[in-house]
């Protein structure tokens, strides 16, 4: 997510929960999309969740397909729908123990 304050763009990042897939690693606030649900409604349930924000408009960004190897020698598949949520309300927190960042740029 950013926000345009005058000349700067803020990028809200977290840290995932150590127990959580990639323990420790900074993220921009997501996860998965449930059954019967669309991209834009999981990334809206999410960011309520997780950062307690309301989203009111998002712009599709990128996708990125990615495998990691995991320790048991597994592969697992992930496909990120990265959005660029350009209008909300509220003040970004994080709402389940996280750690919480700004990125400037
Ligand atoms: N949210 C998020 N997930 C990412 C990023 N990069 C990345 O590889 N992932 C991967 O995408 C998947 C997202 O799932 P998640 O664990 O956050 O989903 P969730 O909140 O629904 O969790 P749950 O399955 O425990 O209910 C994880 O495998 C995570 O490692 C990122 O920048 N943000």
Not at 11 to 21: I, P, V
């Amino acid at each position: 997510m950013s926000t345009d304050d005058q000349e700067l763009t803020q990028y809200f990042l977290t840290k995932r929960l150590m127990n959580a897939h990639q323990g420790g690693k900074w993220e921009f606030p997501g996860g998965k999309v449930e059954k019967d649900e669309s991209v834009a409604q999981a990334l809206a349930r999410e960011l309520k969740e997780e950062v307690n924000i309301d989203v009111l408009t998002c712009l599709p960004l990128t996708t990125i397909k990615h495998i990691y190897v995991e320790k048991n020698g597994e592969d697992k598949n992930v496909c990120l729908d990265v959005f660029i949520v350009d209008n909300f309300i509220g003040e970004p927190s994080a709402q389940e123990g996280q750690e919480e960042g700004l990125v400037f740029s």
